[in-house]
Every structure is written in structure tokens, then in C-alpha cells.
């Protein structure tokens, strides 16, 4: 039978939203004061869900010891205590959460292969939160 | 179309155990989750429930029968208890959080007349849960 299993994990991380394609003056009224120059920070909580048929063998959709293991090595390493705005993926991106959650979902997709990526959530505050479920996504 | 949640929360204990496996073998599978004595969670459970609003009484389901069926089948089996010793199911099943959502799925569907049941979701932290949505 087909189960969705959630982890969450935090990441902690500063960005800078501005856009070069902007004038100053643009980039201050679309970003209000996530444009502030030097930058500010958040803890990210990032969801990763992923699905598959629940194993007779072990009762589980995947170990959580592989998952955990994917996310540490490919995701909190890569972005924890960074500046996003620095990182190759956001030379060109602005760091926003939608792209961040569109960033980490790539990566999980093409490097996870123990279950099937469903969803990555991210709550950038307690206030608001992104999710991206593919291109093909609901 | 509404859906509409209703949490619970049982404390429960439980291992990890396949003997079918070797001793080395379910060490390496499930880890600290295969010590023999057990080791217990909080485990917060939603049930959700879908339907048309009915126009005479505003409601989706009475939610004091879904409570009832929520405390009956999976609170007074769960709640305090060893479930590998304790809960039928899990006599043969590994209890895996993943199986808690379909074992608790199967209790409450036959149970719930009045309303079609739409996921069951078990929180085993606050940072790991499971979402059964009744696929094959």
C-alpha cells in the first residue's frame, strides 16, 4: 500500500532579494526591505515528502536513515549558515523561497532514488510558507 | 466539496522487529528502533474527513460521532499502550509509522457511515509523519 512519509528539517541561512533586470528604486517597491543591501537571515523549515509502497519486509516507505543521510550531505550542507545570494544556483535566480524550494527540489529529485519525491515545503517564518511539486505538480 | 481535520493524540510505545530477519540484519535495518524493550513516542493523529455541507445542518459530519469513532478504534486500542504486544495488528505488522496510517485507516473506515474518510495523517515527532490517503 502507497504511504507519504515527512521529514522536516531546519536550515539557517541569509539572502538578499534584488534583481539586477531592476532599477533601485524597483527592486525597494517589489522587495520592500528583504532589498536592504546587506542582507538578512531566516531558519528555514524545510519539508521534503516522498511516497512509495510500504516494504512487507520492513514496514516503511524508505529508511529514514538514507533520507536523512541524502539531506544532510546534499542540502543542509550546501545551504545551512550560507549566504543563498552566493551560491552558484542564485548567480542568476533571486533567493527567494520559491526558487529556493524549486533549487532543492531538483536536487533531491535527480540525487535521492530510495522513494519517490512528492513534494519540498519550506516555511520561511512561521507566517508564510512555498511548496513545489514539479513542473507537472498540482 | 469541505474537508474537515480532527486531531487526537495517544502516547504509545513500540520496536522495530522482523523475525524474519537476523539479529545483525534488523540491528543494521531499524537501528536504536529495534532495542528489544521498546521506547515510546507522543504521536498526534489527524483524521480527515470529506463532503458536501449539509444544508439543514451546516455540517460535513457530525463531529461528535467522528470523535467517538476516533477515541473508540484507535484511542482506547493505542493510547498507553505496548503496540507490538498490545494491538492485534501489530502482532504480525511491524509497528511503523507508516503502518500506525493504515492500520488506523482500516479501523476507522468500516466505522465512519456518515462521512468519506480522506487521509490519516500520524505525526510520530514534530518533525516526521505519515499521510495514508486509503491507496492500493
Redesign the interface.
Known amino acids: 500500500?502507497?504511504?507519504?512519509?515527512?521529514?522536516?528539517?531546519m536550515l539557517s541561512a541569509s539572502h538578499r532579494l534584488h534583481s539586477d533586470e531592476m532599477s533601485a528604486e524597483e527592486n525597494r517597491l517589489t522587495y520592500g526591505k528583504c532589498n536592504n543591501p546587506y542582507g538578512h537571515g531566516h531558519n528555514y523549515m524545510v519539508e521534503v515528502?516522498v511516497s512509495g509502497p510500504?516494504d512487507d519486509?520492513?514496514?516503511?516507505?524508505c529508511?529514514?536513515?538514507d533520507l536523512d543521510g541524502f539531506v544532510h550531505n546534499h542540502i543542509l550542507e550546501r545551504y545551512d549558515h550560507q549566504n543563498l545570494n552566493l551560491l552558484p544556483e542564485f548567480a542568476e535566480e533571486v533567493p527567494t523561497t520559491e526558487n529556493l524550494c524549486i533549487a532543492i527540489y531538483e536536487i533531491v529529485k535527480r540525487g535521492f532514488n530510495k522513494a519517490h519525491l512528492e513534494k519540498i515545503r519550506i516555511e520561511e517564518t512561521m507566517m508564510n510558507s512555498f511548496e513545489y511539486l514539479g513542473e507537472n505538480g498540482r | 466539496m469541505v474537508y474537515l481535520t480532527r486531531k487526537a493524540e495517544f502516547s504509545a510505545s513500540h520496536f522495530y522487529h522482523n523475525p524474519e530477519f537476523t539479529s545483525d540484519e534488523n540491528q543494521r535495518v531499524f537501528g536504536k528502533c529495534n532495542n528489544p524493550n521498546g521506547h515510546g513516542h507522543n504521536y498526534t493523529l489527524e483524521v480527515t474527513v470529506k463532503g458536501a455541507v449539509d444544508r439543514k445542518s451546516g455540517f460535513v459530519v457530525d463531529l461528535k460521532q467522528l470523535k467517538d469513532v476516533m477515541s473508540r478504534e484507535v484511542l482506547d486500542a493505542f493510547d498507553h499502550r505496548f503496540l507490538n504486544k498490545e494491538v492485534p495488528e501489530f502482532l504480525t505488522r511491524i509497528p511503523t509509522t507508516e503502518n500506525l496510517a493504515i492500520v488506523i485507516w482500516q479501523r476507522l473506515v468500516p466505522k465512519l457511515n456518515a462521512a468519506q474518510l480522506h487521509r490519516v495523517r500520524v505525526y510520530e515527532t514534530p518533525d516526521l509523519f505519515v499521510d495514508f490517503y486509503g491507496e492500493s
Open positions: 500500500m502507497k504511504a507519504h512519509l515527512t521529514r522536516r528539517y515528502t510500504v519486509q520492513t514496514g516503511m516507505v529508511n529514514l536513515v
